[in-house]
């Protein structure tokens, strides 16, 4: 966790989840973001893309495959972002495709299936460059297709 300086309001913990100080600026981009959503009567779609291993993607807490667990944590940081917006009425769906053991191609299926205005999709150094197929393959499902990641 990173800490930046928030000015005579003191430190606020930046992880990529909104804190309180930051209500207002969340607030603004997510009125944007709604409104923006509502004009191209679209769905976001939220991705954790497939494991680029046999052992899965760590990303967040515990260990997939190893010694020392033997279990995949939910993507957090997308449950977040999801209950978020749908706390605002904007359309959302999620996809473990990690947890699924699932491949890209069936990354592809739900894509087309949901007919998703935005995909958003996390993404780790070690697994950049196989993460980034997702992208790759929402622009192929539909050049209209916004992607973006976390």
Excluded: C
Excluded at 32 to 45: A, N, S, T
Excluded at 76 to 95: C, W
Excluded at 107 to 127: A, H, M, N, R
């Amino acid at each position: 966790m990173t800490l930046r300086s928030a000015g005579s309001r003191g430190w606020v913990a930046f992880s990529g989840v909104p804190l309180p100080e930051d209500r207002d600026v969340l607030t603004r981009k997510i009125a944007f973001l709604k409104k923006w959503v509502e004009d191209q009567e679209m769905k976001v779609l939220l991705i954790e893309p497939p494991p680029a291993s046999k052992f899965g993607n760590l990303r967040t807490l515990g260990s997939i495959g190893t010694l020392k667990a033997d279990m995949a944590w939910p993507p957090l940081d997308l449950m977040i972002i999801a209950g978020l917006l749908k706390q605002y009425s904007i359309p959302v769906a999620l996809y473990d495709a990690n947890s699924l053991k699932a491949t890209f191609e069936d990354v592809q299926k739900k894509i087309e299936s949901e007919k998703p205005g935005l995909v958003i999709f996390t993404t780790s150094t070690p697994s950049l460059y196989h993460d980034l197929q997702t992208a790759r393959i929402a622009k192929g499902v539909s050049r209209n297709i916004l992607t973006a990641v976390t």
